[in-house]
């Protein structure tokens, strides 16, 4: 017999999408998708440890030290197009399909300058307040150890 909330359809959490926007102090777009497209880059600045795995289309994150407390989690790489962005999904989001989370280099026609666009998406305005506080941190480790 089918239980009557088996027949209910799949419902998705709606997000809120978060855009931040981050100067950097350098015109080179090579430095900026070295920090960002690779585990080795955002090893320095995103997490304590970032490994590639399955032929560069899975990474996974660690935050924290082997002496301690750890947190790992995936992420799957949707799209990447080499100078412009790359874009992700973590592993706990696979049934909230615009739940990804992107790091794009944009860049001003008229300065030359660059910024990195960071998208990612909360489930409620208290996610939301802590992934920007998330981000601001990441973004004040990214400056301090590339002076980016």
Not at 3 to 9: G, N
Not at 35 to 44: D, F
Not at 100 to 107: D, M, N, P, T, V
Request: net charge negative.
């Amino acid at each position: 017999m089918v239980k009557q909330h088996e027949l209910l359809p799949k419902t998705y959490i709606t997000m809120q999408k978060l855009t931040i926007e981050y100067p950097l102090a350098t015109n080179s777009i090579r430095i900026v998708w070295d920090m960002i497209s690779n585990a080795a880059g955002m090893q320095k600045w995103l997490a304590d440890k970032v490994v590639e795995e399955d032929d560069n289309v899975t990474m996974t994150f660690t935050w924290g030290q082997p002496w301690t407390e750890r947190d790992t989690k995936q992420s799957r790489i949707l799209t990447k197009e080499k100078f412009d962005h790359i874009r992700m999904m973590w592993d706990y989001h696979e049934d909230t399909p615009e739940a990804y989370w992107e790091l794009r280099i944009a860049q001003s026609k008229e300065t030359g300058s660059l910024t990195l666009l960071i998208t990612d998406f909360a489930a409620d305005d208290d996610e939301a307040n802590d992934l920007r506080g998330i981000w601001d941190d990441n973004l004040e480790r990214l400056h301090r150890v590339s002076g980016l």
